[in-house]
Structures are given as structure tokens and as C-alpha cells.
């Protein structure tokens, strides 16, 4: 097509993580317009406030569970339903579900569609992708169906049916999709020692922890020795790391009478459990966390930051990520050439994108964390723990989220936006685009370490 001026007009071509920035933004740019309606709050006449209402959205849409407003109090059932909607699209991914669109429209889906869902979803290759779609809403609706079910039966002992049935639903939504949002003011908290509630939230965001691939493996192959290696680093790790988690809590608190100092052996070890495996993915909490000591804070700041797995509902740097990291580091203090996992051999070409995925983490984090310092005047480890809560997209928080100013609130929603698409991702839309060069250097070294 030539123009008037004789020119070849030109058309703006986006990276795939730029159109995965804008699809994120658009979602949350609308659940912030709904949230907003007077009709989303009980607050006769008025909605939220725009800042406010951008916090909630984009803490639904990044499946974080940070919120600056009591959940069960302030919104209407509309409101609470416009948060479940956000949650539910957020945690299968923006692509996922306009993939899901054009299936149900029964309009043909593309190469490009097909090579924007691989980015979303962190996929090897373009085999099955829309296959593994119906294949993840399939699992979802089971999984949350399953949970609403047990939860809505345990529940109906202390609250009406229809009350209970909501509560099973809203909740097994919110833990599948490792969102945290929760319709008590004080979370789960009321369920400390409850095995059936610690154990049906916890088995709903661990598995949306893992990812739908571990899922469909484990389904398929029934057997862990026929899993691919990415699966078996995803469940050795979160073995690990939740074992590890749930002693750390329990040694750490063990006496501490503000949180389960007080408790009998059996609630200790629930509330231990619950508070070990819950900071990798999702934000309940059934202890107050402003109340854990130091070294727990630090604790699950550190499993925070690590996160879920790839493809999966959860944040962070991913258990996948943090596992090849770890194994380089092993090769490189015994002075070995290849960085092996379970007698395979992981490409440093992997290897240096994971150390960049855990290195721009650190800036996104440290960058935002500053910038609080500047803004906000309140305890510094809140705020650090507060921000790699957000990157996380985890929601736990120590009771400041509601204290932040207008600013902080913004700087949050940015890092929770970050936390959602990823460290390289965000890297990715924000940087030009890459020339290729016809010229390479000669080799120098540089003193290190």
C-alpha cells in the first residue's frame, strides 16, 4: 500500500511480550472501570476510587491478592464477582483465554495467535497448543469444581447452605488460581487447626503452583519416572521447599505467643504447614503475619521471591529457574564444564537466561523497593517484604498495604504487574528492538570476584 507521498505506509509490529504488556493492561484497565461503579461497593452512591479500584484489578488480574480494602465487606456481590472474573482470566492467562474466544466464536486461530500463547505460557514448542488450552480449562474447572464442592459440605456446618456454597466457590477459585483474595477480613484464619480447610486450600494452590503441564504429565505418565525433566524439577522442588518452609515456620514461631506460641502441638503443626507452603503462590494466611518474627519474614521473603513453577498460576523468579541457577553455581565451585540435572545436560545458553530472569528480578525489586523509601513512611522491612510479595504475586502482607499513599499504591500495581509477566517479559516490551550486528569484538578479560 502506498501512501500520498509515494511511501510504503508502515506498520507497527509488537514483540510478543508488547502485546502480552497491552492484553494484561486492557484487562485490568476494565476491571478497574467496573470496580469503580457505585454498584461494586456497598458504599451507597460510590464506587472505588480510581487509584483503588487500579490496586484491586491489577491484584486480581496478577492473581496477587494484595488488597488496600476489606474483600468481603467492601464489595457488593457484583463486585465480588467482577474480582472472581478478573481472578479466573488472570490465572489462565490473557492468551489462554482469548484463545478460548476463538475457539468458542469457531474462528481460525493463526500462527501468530499460536506463537503469542507459546511466549504466555513459556511452552518448548507450538505442537498442541490449542489442545493444551481446552486441555487447561478442562483441569481448571474440575480442580475449583472439586474444591467449591468440599469446602461448600465443610462449610454448611457453621453457615447457611447458599452462604457456604458461595464461600467453597469464591475461595477454591481464589486458591487454584493462587490469588490469596479471601472473604473474611482476617483470611482463614478462623480455620487455623481445620484439617479439611488446610488441606483442600493448600492441595488447590499447590497444584495450580506447579503448572498445567506437570498437571497433564502426571495425569498421563501416572508414573514419576517417565515424567519429563521439567516435571521432575518442578515436584522435587516444591517437595523441598515446602518441607523446608513448614520446619523453618514451625522452629521459628514454636514459641511465639503471638502467633502460635499458644496453640496446641496438632494446631501448631497446621498453621506451621499452611504459613510454609503458602508463600511460594498464594497470599491466605491463617496466623497474623505482621506478628511473625524476624527471621520468618526473611524466610518467606526468600520462598516468595523463588515462586511457582513455570506456566503455572503462580509468581516469582519460578522453582525452575532457581533450581538451574543453583545447579550452575554447584558446577561451577566443583570446576565442571556442564551443568547436569538428573544425568541431563542444561544448555549455558539456559543457564544465562535464568541468571538474567534472577538478576532483573533483583532490579525490578530493588528499583520499587527505593522508591518506597522515598514515598512512604513506614517500617522498611514491611516495605521490602511488601514489595517482594507484589513481585511474587504471592499477597501475603504485613498489615501496610491499606497505609500506603496514593504513590505507593501505583508503585505496587506496578510491581505486581511485573511479578505477572515476568522479569524478561516486562524487559523484553520496554527495550527497542534488537539489531542484529555484523561485527564482534576481540576477546578481553576482566578481573572478578
Known amino acids: 500500500m502506498v501512501n500520498s507521498f509515494g511511501e510504503k505506509s508502515k506498520i507497527i509490529k509488537l514483540h510478543p511480550a508488547q502485546i502480552l504488556v497491552i492484553g494484561f493492561g486492557s484487562l485490568i484497565l476494565i476491571g478497574t472501570l467496573l470496580l469503580m461503579l457505585p454498584i461494586a461497593t456497598n458504599e451507597e452512591g460510590k464506587g472505588l476510587h480510581f487509584i483503588d479500584a487500579l490496586f484491586e484489578a491489577t491484584s486480581a488480574v496478577c492473581v496477587t ?264 553455581l554447584w558446577s561451577v565451585l566443583t570446576n565442571r564444564d556442564d551443568v547436569n540435572i538428573f544425568k541431563r545436560r542444561i544448555s549455558w545458553r539456559l543457564v544465562n537466561k535464568s541468571l538474567s530472569i534472577g538478576v532483573t528480578a533483583m532490579i525490578f525489586i530493588f528499583t520499587i523497593f527505593f522508591l518506597l523509601t522515598y514515598t512512604e513512611h513506614l517500617n522498611t522491612r514491611k516495605l521490602l517484604f511488601e514489595t517482594i510479595s507484589a513481585f511474587g504475586t504471592v499477597g501475603l502482607s504485613t498489615g501496610i498495604t491499606g497505609d500506603l499513599s496514593p504513590l505507593g499504591r501505583i508503585l505496587i500495581t506496578i510491581m505486581m504487574f511485573i511479578g505477572r509477566l515476568g522479569p524478561l517479559t516486562m524487559a523484553f516490551a520496554i527495550m527497542l528492538k534488537r539489531k542484529e550486528s555484523k561485527v564482534r569484538y576481540a576477546e578481553e578479560k576482566i578481573l572478578i570476584g
Do not use: C
Not at 158 to 175: N, R
Not at 186 to 206: C, E, Q, R
Not at 251 to 267: C, K, P, Q, R, V
Not at 274 to 288: H, K, S
Open 65 to 328: 491478592g494484595l488488597a488496600v480494602v476489606d474483600t468481603g465487606t467492601t464489595f457488593t456481590l457484583f463486585g465480588q464477582i467482577v474480582l472472581l472474573f478478573l481472578i479466573q482470566i488472570g490465572g489462565w492467562g490473557f492468551m489462554t483465554t482469548g484463545i478460548l474466544m476463538f475457539i468458542i466464536l469457531g474462528k481460525k486461530i493463526g500462527l501468530k495467535e499460536r506463537l503469542l500463547l507459546q511466549d504466555s505460557l513459556n511452552l518448548f514448542s507450538l505442537s498442541g497448543v490449542v489442545n493444551l488450552v481446552i486441555k487447561i480449562i478442562s483441569i481448571t474447572l474440575i480442580v475449583e469444581i472439586i474444591g467449591a464442592i468440599i469446602l461448600a459440605i465443610r462449610w454448611s456446618f457453621e453457615m447457611p447452605w447458599e452462604k457456604a456454597i458461595y464461600y467453597g466457590v469464591f475461595h477454591s477459585i481464589s486458591a487454584f488460581n493462587n490469588a490469596g483474595f479471601g472473604l473474611e477480613s482476617d483470611s482463614l484464619s478462623k480455620w487455623v487447626g481445620d484439617p479439611t480447610v488446610n488441606i483442600v486450600i493448600t492441595f488447590l494452590f499447590i497444584a495450580g503452583g506447579i503448572g498445567f503441564t506437570v498437571i497433564m504429565e502426571l495425569w498421563q505418565k501416572r508414573t514419576i519416572r517417565k515424567l519429563s525433566l521439567h516435571s521432575k524439577v518442578v515436584l522435587l522442588m516444591t517437595l523441598i521447599l515446602n518441607v523446608i518452609g513448614t520446619l523453618v515456620i514451625l522452629i521459628s514461631e514454636y514459641h511465639n505467643s503471638a502467633t502460635i506460641g499458644h496453640f496446641g502441638l496438632a494446631d501448631k503443626l497446621w498453621a506451621s504447614y499452611f504459613q510454609g507452603v503458602v508463600p511460594r503462590t498464594a497470599g491466605f494466611n491463617t496466623i497474623d503475619i505482621g506478628l511473625m518474627t524476624v527471621s520468618s519474614q526473611v524466610f518467606i521473603m526468600a520462598l516468595m521471591f523463588i515462586g511457582a513453577s513455570s506456566g503455572s498460576t503462580g509468581g516469582g523468579i519460578k522453582v525452575t529457574t532457581f533450581a538451574i541457577i543453583l545447579f550452575a
